[in-house]
């Protein structure tokens, strides 16, 4: 069955390319950000599509977007990697870091040019300094551990290994994905992006991998599992060494993940809910030409209205 699309745009319009986007706090958060924003009559439209969707749907959904006259651009979640893999030849421009993390979260159109853009590096670099303290790495002892290869572990691993934090970075990351492809490409744009951070990618046995993690480490789901699909990337058994932290970049679902990590009572647990408002911030940003904050009393601002709309 072929992608569903929507009616063209007749308002300017920010689509949501993802998998249940109905369910999104941002249906109702878009409408106040854009009246603080001063984006009256701007709308947010949904465009569905199963996980690893079939390449032509993502050509359908990428050549809707380039010709719709007053959609402006779009937010990508979920799909980054395979609608970037499928659509490379659709896009005009394509920006630095999306041809590095070979994915795509944010597309936009400038002078008639149509836009590839990769937010999350930025986005999740923003949401990992609002709750990891400044110097968390410094020592050299601790490790991340994401599960799941997909765009935002490639992001999240891109940014926690840059040479220019200097001390303050992981012992190792460790990135679990039983996809060999996505194990493969994550490990190439490691190797492209030039960090002498320890990289170790592994198929599977993320209890295994999580009991050997040193104290005070990080541990992402990265998976989708939560949201996408319910369940989670470890088992009930699964033992958290102390002090770990554990991230969840979803927000809203079963979140099964952070329900284990706060079995466990000694686990600092954090939802996606800072990731959520950067991203889509970061995105806006970009796509209607507008500087938003990341920190300070109008982010602030925008945090509160989007939090008065959360289950």
């Not at 409408?31 to 199963?50: E, K, T, Y």
């Not at 765009?151 to 001390?167: D, F």
């Not at 744009?189 to 592994?202: F, H, K, R």
């Not at 932290?245 to 996606?272: E, I, K, M, P, S």
Request: net charge negative; proline share 6%.
């Amino acid at each position: 069955m072929a992608v569903e699309l929507p009616a063209p745009a007749t308002v300017p319009t920010l689509y949501f390319v993802g998998v249940t986007t109905g369910s999104s706090s941002i249906r109702t958060v878009f409408p106040r950000w854009a009246s603080r924003l001063g984006l009256d009559g701007a709308r947010l439209a949904g465009i569905d599509l199963p996980v690893h969707a079939p390449a032509d749907d993502y050509r359908a959904v990428a050549d809707f977007l380039r010709t719709d006259g007053h959609g402006l651009g779009a937010l990508v979640t979920t799909h980054k990697i395979d609608l970037f893999d499928a659509c490379r030849d659709r896009f005009d421009v394509v920006d630095p870091l999306a041809e590095l993390m070979g994915e795509v979260s944010c597309l936009s159109k400038r002078d008639g040019a149509f836009v590839a853009h990769a937010k999350d590096p930025i986005s999740s670099g923003l949401a990992l300094d609002a709750f990891l303290e400044p110097g968390h790495w410094t020592g050299g002892t601790r490790d991340a551990f994401l599960m799941g290869a997909g765009g935002s572990a490639i992001a999240i691993s891109w940014y926690l290994s840059r040479p220019e934090r200097g001390t303050d970075r992981p012992r190792r990351i460790v990135v679990s994905d039983p996809d060999t492809a996505r194990r493969e490409a994550l490990a190439r744009i490691y190797a492209e992006a030039g960090s002498d951070t320890p990289l170790q990618t592994v198929a599977g046995g993320n209890d295994q991998v999580l009991a050997g993690l040193a104290p005070g480490s990080l541990v992402v789901n990265a998976t989708g599992l939560g949201k996408d699909a319910p369940g989670s990337p470890l088992t009930d058994a699964a033992v958290f060494p102390d002090d770990t932290v554990a991230w969840d970049l979803n927000y809203r679902g079963d979140l099964r993940f952070l329900d284990q990590a706060r079995a466990a009572g000694h686990v600092r647990v954090v939802d996606g809910w800072t990731y959520f408002l950067h991203g889509w911030t970061q995105v806006i940003g970009e796509v209607f030409d507008i500087d938003i904050p990341t920190t300070g009393p109008e982010f602030t601002a925008l945090g509160e209205i989007a939090a008065g709309t959360r289950a």
